[in-house]
């Protein structure tokens, strides 16, 4: 069965400090993986995602994540957080599972940036 | 352009209503994903259609769920004999083709089923 877990539901940090939020997920066979990201009142948006090749991914807004196989992770980082970073981040995985092609969701990390 | 659109954007409904919720993808998307989110959830996956056929259906949690993509393009999600439970945000997603491709979401739709 495919799965993802996000390991802590809220990380507090302060401004222009670095953040890591983690993402682990199971599968039996090769996946795509993906960031989005909700801010407050808005929709899901694509924040990077890493299909083959290099496991480094950058994103938009100065944010990246590195694919793990070993550890089957896919932590997001970004060096120095802004306010304007807030939001809810949510980990997604895609591929085959059960004979069928699905997606699954993370239960999201809710990031508040301290001024 | 225009992204994906959903409506409506909330629906009231009382227990054992029927309901219809549609998705307007961008156009040119093969793809097309729904979702329902609860409250401090992640989107949860119901159904996945590649042009009209459901790629994947596993995720509807039982046969009062349905949804039809008649030509390709909008969609719609039913819902027989709503329940209580059944309350949450519908999301709506397309992709340019597939599983691979980044997600387009929609607005979705707030239901409440009294």
């Known amino acids: 069965a495919q799965s993802v877990t996000q390991l802590d539901s809220q990380v507090p940090v302060f401004e222009e400090a670095p953040v890591e939020l983690r993402c682990n997920y199971s599968s039996s066979v090769s996946v795509y993986l993906f960031w989005y990201v909700q801010y407050p009142n808005q929709g899901l948006q694509l924040l990077l995602k890493?299909?083959?090749?290099?496991?480094l991914v950058k994103g938009i807004n100065g944010f990246e994540a590195e694919f793990n196989k070993s550890q089957t992770s896919f932590h997001l980082r970004k060096p120095s957080v802004h306010i304007s970073d807030t939001a809810e981040y949510f980990c997604?995985?895609?591929?085959?599972?059960?004979?069928?092609?699905?997606?699954?969701f993370g239960t999201g990390t809710k990031l508040q940036v301290i001024p | 352009g225009a992204g994906v659109s959903q409506t409506p954007s909330n629906k009231v409904t009382e227990k054992g209503k029927y309901v219809e919720l549609r998705c307007d993808p961008i156009?040119?998307?093969?793809?097309l994903y729904w979702y329902r989110q609860s409250l401090g959830q992640g989107p949860e996956f119901l159904i996945y259609?590649?042009?009209?056929?459901?790629?994947?259906d596993s995720g509807l949690p039982n046969d009062r769920f349905f949804a039809v993509r008649p030509e390709g393009s909008v969609s719609t999600l039913k819902i027989q004999r709503t329940e209580r439970g059944d309350s949450a945000v519908y999301l709506c997603?397309?992709?340019?083709?597939?599983?691979?491709?980044?997600?387009?979401f929609g607005p979705g739709t707030r239901l409440t089923v009294t």
């Open positions: 259609f590649q042009g009209t056929g459901a790629a994947d």
């Open positions: 156009s040119g998307h093969t793809a």
């Open positions: 890493y299909l083959s090749g290099s496991t």
């Open positions: 997604a995985v895609s591929g085959i599972s059960g004979g069928y092609q699905k997606v699954t």
């Open positions: 997603a397309s992709s340019l083709q597939g599983l691979g491709d980044e997600q387009y």
